[in-house]
């Protein structure tokens, strides 16, 4: 290809460089021919001067570890990349489906320090890079830094990344290699709903009169976690496990003479779509039975 380097009359003789002189020339072969090619002096970067002649122009230019590109003489360059995503990063991931994933570009190189030009991210169904799932961004170069890519939330599935680096007139473009970065997308699983019951509670009818001072109340029912009675608005009991008989039980002291007001609150467990609930039964001692005795008047 054509070198745009500036040629021009040369002015023998001819003197080996230090570079020339590392791969085997001497002032001898330098000057051996009648005819040369001069170049304005240094040449442009990648290209290397092998010798001069007394005028002080390349006369022998090269080029080392570069790659001729339509932009010219491009040093070699490499493309890495990581991908992160749900705090984790490297070539394989496995994330879960709606979780936003991005690639990171890092270009090597002999002249990268200097590189510029542009990023493309691409994303394929397939580990040959073939077919398209999504344009992750394409960002610009700035001394050999590239910045990450756009993120992208893919459905389940295995995809493939890839980077490429379209090169400058110093660099060579470069691309990651198609089936090294591999994401894998895992099938969002949604919890399963928990189908609550609704609890229940409830305690014998009300007694027309207790008999007794001693009383016990009961409370029976589904989901129950506690219940708490209250007599006479003081707590007697909280009872947390139901007795042999499947009730929830406190023996109560009923007074002659009035009347007792029994609240009962009910807590249901976590499975319960209801809370909680209340019951109240109002309590009076029986009246004392009066016996007469017979007169006997005879």
Not at 65 to 72: A, R
Not at 195 to 202: P, R
Not at 213 to 222: D, K
């Amino acid at each position: 290809m054509p070198l745009k380097v500036g040629a021009t009359a040369v002015s023998p003789p001819f003197e080996v460089t230090p570079e020339g002189e590392a791969l085997g020339a001497t002032n001898t072969m330098a000057n051996c021919c009648p005819t040369h090619n001069s170049f304005t002096f240094p040449p442009p970067e990648p290209l290397l001067t092998l010798e001069k002649d007394s005028a002080g122009k390349a006369e022998t230019i090269a080029a080392f570890d570069v790659k001729i590109t339509e932009k010219g003489f491009g040093a070699i360059t490499e493309t890495a990349t990581a991908l992160s995503g749900e705090g984790k990063s490297g070539a394989s991931i496995t994330v879960v489906q709606g979780s936003a994933v991005t690639d990171q570009a890092t270009i090597t190189g002999s002249n990268v320090s200097k590189a510029i030009g542009a990023v493309a991210y691409r994303v394929y169904s397939d580990a040959e890079c073939k077919t398209l799932v999504a344009e992750a961004g394409s960002v610009s170069v700035s001394e050999g830094k590239a910045p990450a890519s756009l993120a992208e939330a893919l459905g389940a599935g295995t995809y493939y990344w890839q980077a490429s680096y379209g090169g400058d007139t110093t660099n060579a473009p470069s691309s990651s290699t198609c089936g090294s970065e591999v994401e894998t997308v895992l099938p969002k699983v949604e919890p399963k709903k928990a189908v609550l019951g609704f609890g229940t509670a409830h305690t014998s009818s009300a007694h027309a009169c207790l008999a007794h001072a001693g009383y016990v109340a009961s409370v029976r029912g589904t989901l129950i976690s506690s219940v708490t009675f209250i007599l006479d608005g003081h707590r007697v009991a909280t009872v947390r496990k139901p007795n042999s008989h499947g009730a929830f039980a406190a023996r109560l002291s009923v007074s002659s003479g009035r009347k007792h007001h029994l609240t009962l609150k009910v807590a249901f467990t976590s499975a319960s779509s209801n809370r909680s609930a209340t019951i109240t039964r109002t309590l009076a001692r029986c009246a004392a039975r009066v016996v007469v005795k017979p007169r006997f008047t005879g």
